[in-house]
């Protein structure tokens, strides 16, 4: 392969498998080798180097068009997101107070997200249907109380989300923000994974979304307020990071419920997640269905 290599999990022909997305189509990695059942044994082996090797002595299997993708960590043990992590995010608030010292943090469920290419799913139980967009990182190698100058070589790959978000679910109790967040099908990862090399790869990154074709979120990540190290740091003083957990870090100003009148999320949109040297991350929106 001669572009950045970007590893996807996928079901084709009735059958989850995982491979490389080349520009010429799909080379289907897993029964070469099946000591890695998912993306996350390959992870967890530091087997993804093994993976481009792989792809690069072979021609595509299936085109793209013939998959259907799936979230590319199919069975992360965590799914950590990060709230307010942006200058303008934060301001958003209203409350008078300065970016807090330490990173907002809530859990997904991995049913909670679809691949890329699917629709999205807008719940009966409420029209306050939000898009997030944000940057992923998986980790690669585990740890607990990792120090910052150590965090960056914790993680394996790159991904995008759009973490999206039932807005006055999140405001249901005092404190507490996962009802909303945690709709079957609501939000999405992917399209795939883009192995982490180095420390500039992550250093200024511009992500965008897109409803529409409409530019509504737009900035970099130069600007979050806590950077991938401190995210990493932060995180792994309380729970032990796992080869395969799923960091979102962030999403900028510029979401639905920010715009007066609110602009929700309807059947027929189309949100597209963008950042360089990653990808789009495509999704249209539909009601769930009885």
């Known amino acids: 392969m001669t572009e950045r290599p970007r590893f ?50 072979r021609a595509a299997d299936i085109s793209e068009a013939e998959i259907t993708y799936q979230i590319p960590i ?5 799914l950590i997101c990060v709230g307010v992590n942006f200058p303008d995010r934060n301001e958003e608030y209203k409350d008078g107070q300065a970016a807090p010292g330490n990173p907002s943090l809530f859990i997904r469920f991995p049913r909670s997200f679809v691949g890329h290419g699917a629709a999205i799913v807008r719940p009966p139980e409420s029209p306050q249907f939000d898009y997030e967009g944000e940057i992923v990182i998986v980790i690669g190698k585990g740890g607990r109380r990792i120090a910052e100058r150590d965090a960056l070589n914790h993680i394996a790959a790159l991904s995008l989300c759009n973490e999206g978000t039932i807005r006055d679910w999140v405001r249901h109790a005092k404190f507490n923000v996962t009802q909303g ?25 511009r992500l965008t979304t897109k409803v529409n074709g409409e530019l509504r979120q737009d900035d970099r990540t130069s600007r979050m307020i806590f950077g991938f190290r401190k995210l990493i740091s932060y995180i792994s003083t309380f729970t032990a990071l796992v080869p395969g957990d799923v960091i979102v870090t962030g999403t900028p100003t510029g979401a639905g419920a920010r715009f007066d009148p609110p602009r929700w999320l309807v059947p027929g949109d189309t949100v597209e997640v963008e950042a360089e040297g990653i990808g789009t991350l495509r999704n249209t929106v539909m009601d769930e269905q009885p």
Do not use: C, M
């Open 8 to 57: 996807a999990t996928y079901t084709h022909a009735g059958k989850t498998s995982y491979g490389a997305v080349t520009a010429k189509g799909v080379v289907d990695l897993a029964p070469q080798f099946p000591q890695w059942p998912t993306l996350r044994e390959v992870i967890a082996a530091n087997g993804l180097a093994r993976l481009t090797e792989a792809a690069e002595q």
């Open 74 to 78: 199919p069975a992360p043990e965590k």
């Open 181 to 205: 967040k945690n709709f079957d099908a609501t939000g999405a990862i992917g399209p795939w994974l883009v192995p982490y090399t180095d420390e500039a790869q992550l250093a200024d990154i």
